[in-house]
């Protein structure tokens, strides 16, 4: 067993000067980010740390490759966050890690800085304690998961010998809830578009004009009011194409899972939850695709009529969806609506992610249950599904032939993508046991992961 | 006749200055504020000009009564200017007045500050030329038009003495169009309103919790698409309540005023024009009440549920309809809309205007047709309507009892509350020209204003 020896002050000294790091792949500087990367690589420097260009924000490589015989792992992971959102909601500045009981605040400090510097820190635990990891592990962290990764299939196929690996573990994701720990078995796709409605060629001033022209944001009300019936479905047509039916099984396994609903509206402050009729809360998180409008824009608190106003969307995808098809089905469903007086255009973005899944039986998933297992004893692990996307899952899969195992210490109430973001506190130690149990179960024992052909193995017996 | 002798280069050097001032009554500072006042009660030395401080921002008072036994008039007009809106559309500085061909550009050059210009440079003509003005003027600028004027009420009751008059001649206000000179009639009223739609206690992330709980954005797009029916009707039970039926007398003269429907459909660079089933875009613009959703703002361009969404909103209102009760009715309406998972809350801004009417064959009408046939040899003078709101028009008829005449050298295609504003050039002369006759006809002759009873001539006689 390794010994974690640090105190929490010195971890999470070493932990704010990362957060400090305003590295907002949205808007931030070229020189922020590379600071955040510099700071990844000057931790891996046992592994041959370096941030490496790439057409847009640099990644951080590393490898350690001491185990020969042993199957190779491929860490994966962000050091990119979100925006901060509207300042004044934080109750802290998000880019000073400030301890608040037993838990941590700052943006970053769960998604995805926290949970990668678990795993840095058991590395350099082995490396310290016994000279040596209990299996090859190469690194890869990149910059831009937070706005979806746009640069990454360029670079991994470029660089897929390179990174070849029997198994990627991800230490982005987060674990579903607080109460017990969890695996995922799946995450949604992801694909984002918006929707401009154009009216007249200027701002109008809304009582010399108004009642004469369309007003651009009646029709884009119109339009997104129309993507949804009232009983919470999609109304575009083709949208479920190609989802099969959720079986009695799953059902049944998804209705067994302990979840209080109300202890779960009452958390987010609501009088109720909503969803999709006909399925439950879990079903909807775990199974069901969504349509969601994050983003309105147009006009401003003032008498006019804008001539122009603006709506982003996302959808979470789950196993069957065609991103295309989706883009497709929701712009055709968005150009049929018959409006006077106004142009609308769709703009796909690129990048749509299709969801990904990983077998319960896989060994990467029998060797993370029972790390976790010897974490926290005598608590079952739960096996859910991310209702998040990690982009990279897919492209992994397709270019280094390696299935996903996502192993991250981040929970999914810490306000993810919003303002005060948290992380508590005993879960990086929790990490830390569990990496290293982890590796230690992939490297050796009835959970030992088998080398798979291809591009993994092919580098290994260079 | 007067001679108005400066160069049309000294003239706009000098509103030039007034212009630079950003007096955006929405944000600017106090000092700015004052130090547009101040250019203001210079302009009227000859009139004991002061700048006087009320509970917002200051007035500009000023009086010249030298003229015994003569009509009395209150002259309106406002300092501040609408926010500039996205300075990116602004092809010039927006407060750098920039000559462009026989337009100037800039923030207030039309709307108010050039036409209160032209009334400035009558009085002074007057003084300078004839030492003295054909009747007594009273001169009352305010700085908070544009935010509804929220002050202005319990300034002019607890100064009514002081500002009684026989009629008030508003510098603000606009000519319909360019084509010919034109007199409004009317004025619409307003009310505005925000609606407020709340989900969760803070930001939610889009894949973690999308699909589980109702979307702000969704709520608000489904109340503000039911706030109209597809024929353009406002769908609120009770917002027409109290207007008269339009009498075919006046669909007829709406009829005969040319109007080149595809020539303004194709100035706003529309497709089509759109309104109220059943009316012409004439009748829609002079008669008809209008809603419309001015600003809608929520979540962004990330992968958010934004907690909470908002819509500003405004209604154009007619003849017969009450404020009160037009917003009362909106609420209603929205209040009605079931929704799950959300709370939904209207905020009605206070000051809500209700229309002004002025009749046709009202002296100061009268008056001023033949001041504008004066000017405009051979063009017939349009009577229209301000489809705008002119909030100060009710309250002078109520505290002071006095009519308002809107004489205004703006023209409503002049970008009013808009980017790249500007004002015709020959406006200025012609402005000049016709408030001077204005004055004398209104001093003398067949259209003379009768003195009416009331505070005007209370004071008067003090």
Same mark, same amino acid.
């Given at each position: ?231 919470? /479905?999609? @109304?575009? +047509?083709?949208? $479920?194409? &190609?989802?099969?039916? *959720? ?8 209705? %067994? ?111 993370? /249950?029972? @790390?976790? +297992?010897?974490? $926290?004893? &005598?608590?079952?692990? *739960? ?8 982009? %990279? ?70």
């Amino acid at each position: 067993m390794l010994s974690f020896n640090s105190t929490d002050a010195e971890y999470l000294d070493e932990l704010a000067a990362y957060v400090a790091v305003p590295s907002v792949s949205r808007d931030a500087t070229e020189e922020t980010m590379r600071t955040a990367a510099e700071w990844l690589a000057d931790q891996l420097s046992f592994a041959g740390g370096r941030v490496v260009a790439t057409s847009g924000h640099p990644v951080v490589r590393g490898e350690w490759l001491g185990a020969p015989g042993a199957p190779t792992i491929l860490v994966y992971g962000h050091y990119d966050v979100q925006p901060t959102g509207s300042e004044a909601e934080w109750r802290t500045p998000p880019f000073e890690l400030t301890v608040d009981g037993d838990v941590i605040r700052g943006r970053g400090v769960t998604d995805d800085k926290g949970p990668v510097f678990i795993v840095l820190k058991v590395a350099q635990a082995f490396i310290a304690q016994e000279g040596a990891l209990p299996l090859n592990v190469k690194f890869l962290f990149e910059g831009e998961e937070e706005i979806g990764s746009p640069h990454l299939p360029a670079y991994l196929r470029e660089h897929a010998d390179e990174l070849a690996a029997d198994l990627v573990i991800s230490a982005d994701g987060a674990m579903w809830r607080p109460t017990e720990p969890s695996l995922s078995i799946a995450s949604k796709g992801l694909v984002t578009l918006d929707i401009e409605v154009t009216g007249a060629n200027a701002d109008l001033h809304s009582g010399r004009f108004g009642g004469t022209v369309a007003n651009p944001l009646h029709a884009l009300s119109e339009i997104l009011a129309g993507l949804h019936t009232p009983d919470g /479905r999609v @109304a575009v +047509e083709g949208f $479920y194409d &190609g989802i099969p039916e *959720l079986s009695d099984e799953r059902r049944a396994a998804i209705a %067994a899972v302990p979840f209080d609903e109300d202890g779960y509206r009452d958390g987010l402050g609501l009088g109720s939850v909503f969803g999709e009729a006909g399925y439950s809360t879990l079903e909807r998180l775990w199974e069901r695709p969504t349509l969601e409008v994050n983003g309105v824009t147009g006009g401003g608190k003032y008498t006019v009529i804008p001539h122009t106003a603006r709506a982003h969307i996302s959808c979470r995808l789950v196993p069957g969806q065609r991103p295309d098809a989706v883009l497709r089905a929701i712009t055709d469903h968005v150009l049929d609506h018959k409006l006077t007086g106004v142009r609308v255009a769709v703009h796909p973005d690129e990048g749509g992610v299709p969801a990904y899944t990983i077998a319960p039986d896989h060994p990467a998933i029998r060797a993370a /249950r029972a @790390a976790l +297992e010897h974490v $926290y004893p &005598g608590q079952d692990v *739960l096996l859910a599904v991310i209702a998040g996307t990690l982009p %990279a899952t897919a492209l992994f899969e397709e270019v280094l032939g390696a299935k996903t195992l996502f192993f991250s210490f981040s929970t999914a109430d810490e306000n993810l993508h919003a303002p005060n973001e948290f992380l508590r506190i005993p879960r990086l130690r929790e990490g830390m046991r569990a990496w290293e149990q982890l590796w230690r179960l992939l490297a050796d024992g009835p959970h030992r992961l088998a080398p798979v052909a291809g591009p993994g193995s092919r580098e290994r017996s260079a």
